[in-house]
């Protein structure tokens, strides 16, 4: 009852009354009443998100108080020394490497900013997963790198908190904490039995209340305190978690919660009954192994772990299941969850509800609290099983992944609790096995080698579980706390632990079996690959980087050998279960070899850091044989691929050896296998080793010295490269020292090498590139200092430049000089090529290099490199070069390549000399002098005495028994006599019988399988002789196919050759002429290492020679039996055939670079006189040069049909043009300052001083007084949306270009351009166009008549320009006749209206009229004008013809544009021409024919409009005095109109005073001429009527006082007529072909004068000249200056102000700019990344400013989209009319908008190495790069994004 009527009473006072009773020190009834109060408050049987509960439950916990207010209370107690802001994804934060101790380590801005971090390794990145700032926390970052406010201890100097302040929020919160609790109880469905969104419902309506306890978390320290003791309370969570006995709901509800609880354990119930001993009530001491029948672990409970011993674990099914590690303290990890408090609950449902968002960030929250934190985590660990188990069959695992890491990361980065968590809660045990389950999942039978019998089972790469990454947050939290050092050797040293994750590694071992496709290609390519990549460098590489990290010292040899222990014993059981005896099964393929990587890098770690001896770590010789298998496989196959072997399997197999030998991979991969190798190459039998390698690239058939051979397994245009790969392979196995006894530095020195060899890198690339330890914790951080000196010391910095096509380079580093000298390794580069076409580009970077520094200028092959010494241990590596199988190869390969055997290429001699020269430099100790042959060894061969490569190079062989096919040329010979002429004997070599000999060479030519095979059987048997004969027969089961081939005879070859001898005969044949070896270079030392194959031959033989004088000998004795005899003869017919298809091949070569050279030759002729049209003397139409008059017509070369003619009436020719409006005039300001991007609240941009936005506020004035024809003819338009035309200069016929573009329709190739637009490319130039502007015929010939300057007086000019305009028929072409030149006219018209919008060409009353067509038309001229004028700098100061002049189509333009213009004329009584000459009769002002407004006086006219007015509407083509004339009586016009403007800007002073001084002057002679008298007159005539001057003085725009000096005055007049003549010469210029002379910037006004013919010629020009001597009026000045005066003051309509206003018109503009943006674009995207849109209210996904007026857009954001048009697009039509540039905040980088494409720019904030950071993927500091700013700037001012971007595309509206 008494809840009942409190509910009813005011929240506040009841809460303050409450409070009151509890700190009575007998509270009971207090307590009492609160409890009832909330029973009813927080009933669970109401709905959801009660909006009054949450009320009742704010006014409690405040006690009172307003809410807003106890949160201000409570935090001023805040005690919290650590940030803890937390973060979900997308958000943007910071990183420092230089502060932080752990990788994970992240600041919120705030923090980072008011933090010192300046010159350190910071980058900021955007959260994936989400996160929470670190500042504060010493365990994860130094305590330099805190900001400002978590520096100071804060926690020290608070009050403690009062006792009853927080006394409400005790006993209320556990209530509310509860309600929650059962909502959450009640609302979960499993998912089998409901869909999923009902779990998103619940969310929803809980969403206020969660919001709730967020806000409390966020009041800081007291308050997290209070929320902690709740949620860790045991006793509360008993008291409230079960309910009152009597009430139902709460039984319901708890019983809801344990069904819940009973599927939460690793394994469900089912399962448990099936498989496990145990009863169903979940005892301790019934966990069971998760994996059932296979399992492969088992978590055995604590009682039954003390009773077995350690290794000990019965067998279940076929493979050993291992049980966790004994310390196993609680019941399993399988088990069943309890729950002991509140905050386990609320992580239990958080889990079962797929981690809301809400809740994480409230747990997270909370993390500051120390107690919290340790609590939290526990409960964490405890539910860690569970939670994988749910995110394995979650829908949305990746959303899950990232919320689970998103805790995880804050948890386990911290040492201290890792260790703890690991100590007391088994974290570890729990990981494993956990991670073990989850492949489980996944496992299917490997079918490698053995595939009916294999028992081996790996996971399958198609899995969802592979594929989508799902195992992702675990391995990345094991990798995580493995980054500890004490939780790492607590790893290291639980053998169970290590045990059990060997079995999880070979679960991966063998995964992804390729099987090579040998008939069709396979029909559906799996690209599961990349899922098996992932995983092995995720799962089993990274943790093993992370355990070797902390194997570095003597101390930790212990671990290492346990590793290597369980890593052997692993491998033996899986060479067991996949059935492996001694050969690969064919034709399979995997990359995955994990163990054996894991057991290679132990081994390179154990030696090179830990000091052990690697004998002691290694296995028997046959487990060696055994291992080295499968990564020779790899290689053999990687050989392969690029063979083209496997092309039937698809494009993934070759993804797969990109892959492998990538950078993230490569150090994973492929070093150790090769690591791997050597160290098997260096303990096996150096004969055996070899002859594998042979065998496995199935080259060994290749290998004999018969010119034809039958191979088993190869076809013959494979054998080539499988041959280069094998011999690759061993030259790279032999010469990388990458695990075998470099140093780190030297390490990074080599990658970074062969990477800057191949191609000049970004520093970001080569970050990339060079293989780091993947392990973010290995200490090898990238970017760290070392990284940064070692690229100083081997390459230069190149800065970014541009090439003059515009395209933008970034900046590059290019190897040193001496690196290319001294340290450039081919072996390296092509080790670590991903393409084959790099390897091809770092050669032919290194001859360029050196043909450039003059070493050598042929075609050079790749250089030999000394390496560094081996480590002691890896010495054995050496015996592969002395061992004698390794020589016959080498002996049999340079007798086939100086025969000229097929298959024998470069790369096969430059490799074999390679391993020469190798053998010849690392030569095994004791026979370094041994000449005579020891006792023959093994006595299998006697093709070589010794095994040692100095003695064996002498060695002369005199025959060869080979076997042959019946149809080599061999047969065919004569047995051969015991000697012959050719080759004579040589001592050594007739000790011994021909015939016993060549038995034994026999044998060894075919026996490299079987002796393989019998090495292998000795080493197993220990017993060699029966093995002989066992192995003897098998030598022919080689798996050949079952066709049979033609059959073989055995004949006896004559060789009579010695290495040495070989050499020599190379080197004449490589040098081309005999004798070519000169025996004294022997004395000198060994050549350098750069040069062809002939410096290789010359360094050998010098290295031989100087090592043995024996070798010595024989050199000089070869040499001087060499002098020249006959050349060999071509004995048979093969080689014959050799020969010519090689000299076929030389000629074809020939011819077709001669026709390639012709057809270039051709090319350029054409270009040149294509291009002719832009040469200025050529006499097109371009430029008309006055000074040849000539007859002839213009001629126009077609582009398209090649052929030259004028331009006719019928079939007209034309001017390719690219037409676009333009805002850029429109953009103009006064200032010449550019505008500031704003970057803070307080600035602004204000447009309205804007060129555009100042005539348009004209214009409309105007339009409100005066009539509307005439407005229309006293300004111009298109500042904003005007159309620019501009031309690649080349010419065509129209009907050509339409055939042109019909084909372009056709043509189905995607173009970049819309041809139905009428876009297209010039056919010659391939220049972006949309129209052909027709050239008008004729033209030629009026010229002379054009030109004249006759000796008329300016009245009788006048009277004659008057008549002109009268006559207005005399038009070349009569309008009536329709020519197709006048239709080509018409649509070029129409194509320039259709460039513009609509509302730019509409300015009148009534739009569509003839006036408003008339407005549009001349002001397209003048936009041209004015354009160019920009694009001269602004003035006329250089003169000349600049080359965008030389491309000009001004004139063809005008023609059409009078052409057009003819259409309207002008009604003759309000020609402004009559106005202008003649004192007009004085009409009353008001007896105007109707009542229509007045027209325009002549002072508030544009004189550049009625210049172009008057010359459009003149007949074509005008002579030159008429046009003289125009400009004398316009400038009349200006100058009066400066000398008005000049008046109203003085002070009433000053008017005074010149009104007096130049009303003195008025009656001297030469008046009319003097500014003083004009001034005077103009002020007296303005001040009569209705004064002009009658403003109040403060509002005028005022001059300085300085302006009172005549000079000023002077100067101002000028500043103001220029822009009037600056217009009128260009003009001139382009009608009449006018030079343009270039002058200072103090000339310009005098020069342009004289140009314009202002000047009577006898005008001395060097003389000052002012701007009223140039004055010529047509009648008194003083008459028609007051006429138009009394046209002003005549007006009574208009406010003083405002006529003041169209006075002073100021004609100067600054040059249009982009705005000015700051240097650091940090600045920029701080302000602006998180500011809201002005139309949309919202933080746009996608910000982008506009550069040209700075306005903040939603870049492809729905919200601000108009009529179906994102907001962009519309922004570039306003703004730009249809051009855009828009910088995009989140990316850095500029987008183009131009009509109806767009095209990505890039970026002009470049970061400290001269790099973009598209995106900000990088995250690094970005600062402004002026010259890409200014060519931005400058393509927009010139209009020429369309020509120097390449790739556009369409829009569709869409951004």
Not at 379 to 392: D, E, R, S
Not at 1349 to 1370: C, F, M, P, R, Y
Request: one cysteine or more.
């Amino acid at each position: 009852m008494m809840a009942a009527s409190l509910l009813r009473r005011d929240k506040r006072a009841t809460a303050a009354q409450l409070k009151a009773d509890l700190s009575r020190t007998d509270n009971s009834s207090g307590v009492r009443q609160l409890q009832e109060l909330l029973d009813g408050v927080l009933d669970p049987e109401r709905p959801a998100g009660d909006a009054e509960a949450l009320d009742w439950c704010r006014c409690l916990v405040a006690g009172g108080d307003g809410f807003e207010e106890f949160c201000r209370t409570v935090r001023s107690y805040d005690n919290a020394t650590l940030c803890g802001l937390v973060w979900t994804a997308n958000f943007v934060a910071y990183r420092c490497r230089t502060c932080g101790i752990s990788p994970c380590m992240s600041l919120c801005a705030e923090c980072f900013n008011s933090g010192d971090h300046t010159g350190h390794d910071f980058n900021m990145f955007r959260s994936q997963a989400g996160g929470a700032c670190d500042c504060g926390d010493g365990n994860v970052m130094r305590e330099s790198g805190f900001c400002r406010r978590h520096r100071l201890k804060t926690g020290e100097n608070i009050p403690s908190v009062p006792r009853d302040l927080l006394l409400m929020s005790e006993v209320v919160l556990p209530r509310f904490i509860i309600n929650i609790v059962q909502y959450l109880r009640d609302g979960y469905t499993e998912p089998d039995t409901a869909t999923e969104r009902d779990l998103q419902k619940v969310l929803q309506q809980l969403e206020p209340q969660i919001s709730f306890l967020e806000d409390l978390t966020k009041m800081g320290g007291a308050m997290r305190n209070v929320l902690t003791k709740i949620l860790t309370n045991p006793q509360t969570f008993k008291e409230l978690s079960m309910g009152q006995e009597e009430n139902l709901y709460a039984k319901k509800n708890y019983e809801k919660y344990l069904a819940a609880l009973k599927s939460s354990g690793l394994v469900s119930m089912e399962e448990k009954l099936r498989h496990g001993p145990g009863a169903v009530e979940p005892v301790p001491g019934a966990g069971v192994g998760a994996f059932g029948l296979q399992g492969a672990t088992a978590a055995v409970s604590s009682e039954s772990a003390k009773e077995e011993d350690q290794d000990g674990g019965q067998n279940v099914g076929q493979r050993k299941r291992v049980k966790l590690s004994s310390s196993t303290k609680d019941p399993s990890i399988m088990d069943t969850l309890k729950h002991k408090c509140f905050l386990e609950e609320l992580l239990f449902w958080t889990v079962k509800y797929e981690f809301p968002q809400k809740m994480v960030t409230f747990l997270l929250n909370m993390l500051p609290d120390q107690d919290y934190k340790i609590a939290f985590t526990k409960t964490f660990v405890q539910h860690y099983a569970f939670i994988m188990k749910t995110l394995m069959k979650s829908h949305e695992s990746d959303t899950m992944s990232n919320r689970i890491v998103h805790i995880s990361v804050q948890l386990f980065s911290n040492e201290e609790l890792a260790r703890h968590m690991t100590e007391e809660c088994q974290l570890l045990d729990i990981m494993v096995t956990v991670l073990l389950y989850m492949m489980e999942s996944c496992l299917i039978k490997c079918e490698l080698q053995d595939e009916e019998n294999s028992r081996h089972v790996v996971v399958n790469c198609g899995e969802a579980l592979l594929k989508n990454n799902t195992y992702w947050p675990l391995v990345s939290d094991f990798i995580n706390i493995l980054s500890h050092q004490s939780v790492a050797k607590r790893f290291l040293e639980d053998h169970s632990l290590l045990i059990l994750w060997m079995s999880f590694v070979s679960s991966f071992q063998g995964m992804n079996l390729n099987k090579r496709e040998m008939n069709e290609h396979v029909e559906f390519e799996s690209q599961t690959y990349y899922a098996a990549f992932a995983a092995e460098l995720e799962a089993c590489a990274q943790p093993m980087w992370g355990l070797l990290t902390h194997c570095k010292v003597k101390e930790t040899q212990e671990y290492t050998k346990t590793v290597v222990r369980y890593c052997l014993e692993a491998l033996e059981v899986w060479f067991d279960a996949i059935g492996f005896v001694d050969e690969p099964t064919p034709n399979q393929l995997t990359f995955h070899l994990p163990l054996h990587r894991y057991y290679a890098m132990f081994l390179s770690k154990a030696v090179k850091c830990q000091g052990l001896e690697l004998d002691s770590l290694l296995p028997d010789q046959e487990m060696l044989m055994k291992i080295m298998v499968h990564p020779l496989q790899i290689q053999a196959c990687l050989s392969e691929i690029h063979s083209n072997m496997w092309v039937r399997n698809g494009l993934q197999i070759k993804g797969q050896a990109m892959t492998y030998v990538q950078s993230h991979f490569c150090n994973s991969m492929i070093d150790p296998d090769i690591y791997l190798l050597q160290v098997c190459a260096s303990r096996l039998d150096p004969d055996y080793f070899i002859s594998s390698v042979f065998e496995r690239f199935k080259v060994v058939d290749l290998l004999t010295m018969a010119s034809q051979h039958q191979n088993a397994v190869l076809e013959p245009e494979q054998e080539r490269p499988m041959l280069e790969g094998a011999l690759t392979f061993l030259v790279i196995l032999l010469s990388l020292r990458i695990h075998l006894g470099m140093a780190d530095d030297e390490i990074l020195r080599a990658e970074m090498v062969a990477q800057l060899c191949m191609n000049d890198r970004t520093h970001s690339t080569l970050l990339d590139l060079i293989p780091e330890n993947p392990n973010p914790k290995s200490g090898i951080v990238p970017g760290s200092c070392s990284f940064e000196a070692m690229l100083s010391a081997v390459a230069d910095f190149k800065a970014p430049v541009f090439e003059p096509g515009g395209s933008m380079q970034q900046g590059m580093y290019t190897p040193k000089a001496e690196v290319w000298e001294k340290e450039f390794d081919p072996i390296m580069v092509v080790l670590r090529t991903v393409y084959r076409r790099d390897v091809q580009s770092a050669m032919d970077r290194y001859s360029a290099f050196l043909k450039q520094s003059g070493i050598h200028s042929g075609n050079p092959w790749p250089p030999y490199k000394e390496r560094t010494p081996l480590h002691p241990c890896y010495k054995g590596l050496v015996r592969l070069l002395h061992c004698k199988t390794l020589h016959i190869v080498i002996f049999t390969l340079l007798y086939k390549i100086s025969m000229d055997h097929q298959n024998m290429s470069e790369h096969v001699l430059c490799m074999v000399l390679y391993l020469i020269e190798l053998g010849l430099d690392n030569l095994v100790q004791e026979d370094q002098e041994q000449e005579e042959p020891s006792t023959e060894e093994h006595c299998h061969d006697s093709w070589f005495p010794s095994t040692s490569l100095l003695s064996n190079l002498h060695h002369v062989i005199n025959f060869v028994r080979v076997r042959v096919p019946e149809s080599a040329p061999e047969v065919k010979k004569e047995p051969p006599p015991s000697t012959s002429a050719e080759a004579p004997a040589l001592g050594q070599g007739s000790r011994l019988t021909g015939n016993w000999r060549e038995n034994l060479r026999e044998a060894q030519v075919f026996s490299l399988v079987a002796e393989r095979r019998r090495r292998f059987q000795e080493i197993i048997n220990r017993s060699s002789r029966e093995a002989d004969q066992a192995a003897r027969p098998k030598s022919s089961s080689r798996w050949a196919p079952p066709g049979t081939p033609p059959p073989l005879v055995t004949e006896i070859l004559e060789v009579r050759e010695s290495m040495l001898s070989l050499l020599l005969k190379l080197h004449r044949k490589l040098s081309g002429h005999q004798g070519s070896f000169n025996p004294e270079q022997l004395d000198e030392p060994p050549t350098g290492i750069h040069g062809d194959g002939v410096t290789a031959i010359e360094r050998i033989l010098t290295k031989a020679a100087a090592r043995s004088h024996q070798n010595h000998r024989c050199i000089l004795e070869l040499c001087a039996r060499s002098a020249p005899p006959a050349p060999p003869k071509r004995s048979s017919s093969a080689d014959k055939k050799i020969m010519d298809k090689e000299e076929r091949r030389q000629r074809a070569r020939e011819r077709q670079q001669k026709l390639l050279a012709e057809f270039a030759s051709r090319q350029k002729s054409f270009m040149e006189t294509a291009m002719d049209v832009e040469s200025p003397e050529a006499d097109t139409a371009m430029d008309l040069d006055a000074s040849e008059q000539q007859e002839a017509e213009a001629l126009y070369d077609c582009v398209i049909c090649g052929q030259s003619g004028p331009s006719t009436d019928e079939r007209p020719a034309g001017l390719v043009v690219l037409l676009q409006a333009t805002s850029v005039l429109g953009h103009r300001s006064r200032s010449a300052e550019p505008k500031k991007l704003p970057t803070s609240d307080e600035e602004h941009i204000y447009p309205a001083d804007t060129c555009g936005a100042t005539h348009d506020v004209r214009l409309a004035l105007l339009q409100r007084f005066f009539k509307d024809s005439s407005c229309l003819q006293s300004v111009s338009i298109g500042w904003d949306g005007g159309v620019y035309v501009q031309t690649c200069g080349h010419t065509l016929h129209i009907d050509c270009h339409k055939s042109y573009m019909e084909s372009l329709r056709n043509d189905q190739v995607l173009q970049g351009f819309s041809v139905d637009k009428g876009e297209f490319t010039c056919p010659l130039c391939r220049q972006f166009a949309n129209s052909v502007l027709p050239c008008r015929p004729g033209q030629g010939t009026e010229i002379s008549a054009w030109h004249g300057h006759s000796g008329k007086s300016l009245s009788v000019l006048i009277k004659e320009v008057e008549d002109l305009q009268d006559q207005l028929g005399a038009f070349p072409v009569s309008i009536s006749t329709e020519s197709n030149l006048t239709k080509e006219m018409e649509s070029v018209i129409k194509d320039i209206k259709n460039t513009t919008q609509k509302k730019y060409m509409d300015y009148g009353k009534n739009p569509g009229s003839p006036d408003n067509d008339f407005l549009f038309m001349y002001s397209v001229a003048r936009t041209n004008l004015e354009l160019e004028l920009v694009h001269r700098g602004g003035d006329l100061c250089f003169g000349g013809a600049s080359a965008a002049v030389k491309r000009s189509c001004l004139n063809q333009l005008f023609h059409v544009l009078a052409m057009h213009m003819r259409l309207y004329s002008i009604d003759s009584a309000y020609n402004p021409w009559t106005r202008l000459t003649r004192s007009a009769p004085n009409r009353p002002p008001n007896s105007l024919c109707d009542d229509d407004a007045p027209e325009v006086p002549m002072l508030f006219r544009d004189v550049p409009s009625l210049l172009i007015i008057f010359v459009l509407t003149m007949p074509q083509p005008l002579r030159k005095e008429h046009f003289t004339c125009v400009a004398k009586v316009l400038y009349t016009l200006q100058f009066t109109q400066a000398i008005a403007a000049l008046s109203a800007k003085l002070s009433p002073e000053e008017r005074l005073a010149w009104s007096t001084s130049g009303a003195l002057k008025k009656n001297e002679s030469n008046a009319q001429r003097c500014w003083e008298a004009l001034l005077s007159h103009v002020i007296g005539e303005l001040s009569k009527g209705k004064s002009v001057y009658d403003v109040d003085s403060e509002e005028m725009p005022m001059l300085s006082s300085s302006i009172c000096s005549p000079q000023s005055i002077e100067y101002s007049l000028q500043q103001f007529c220029l822009p009037f003549l600056r217009l009128s010469c260009l003009l001139q210029h382009h009608l009449y072909g006018d030079d343009l002379p270039g002058c200072s910037r103090e000339e310009e006004f005098s020069v342009l004068a004289h140009c314009l013919g202002l000047l009577p010629s006898t005008v001395n020009l060097s003389s000052p000249l002012t701007s009223a001597s140039c004055l010529e009026w047509p009648i008194c000045a003083f008459d028609l200056m007051s006429q138009w005066c009394a046209e002003v003051t005549g007006l009574t309509e208009m406010q003083t102000d405002q006529t003041v206003s169209l006075l002073v018109q100021d004609p100067q503009w600054a040059a249009p700019s982009l705005l000015q943006l700051p240097e650091n674009y940090n600045t920029i995207f701080q302000y602006y990344h998180r500011k809201a849109c002005s139309s949309c209210k919202r933080v746009p996904k996608d910000p982008a400013l506009c550069l040209v007026c700075g306005t903040f857009v939603c870049l492809k954001g729905t919200c601000c989209k108009q009529q179906s048009c994102c907001e962009c697009v519309q922004h570039s039509q306003v703004c730009g009319a249809g051009t855009g540039i828009f910088l995009l905040i989140n990316a850095s980088v500029i987008i183009i908008i131009r009509g109806h494409r767009f095209c990505l720019w890039g970026s002009v904030y470049l970061d400290a190495h001269g790099e973009e950071d598209r995106d900000l993927r990088r995250g690094k500091p970005l600062f402004l790069c002026e010259e890409r700013y200014r060519v931005l700037e400058q393509q927009w001012v010139s209009h020429t994004f369309d020509h120097i971007n390449k790739r556009w595309g369409p829009h569709y509206n869409g951004l």
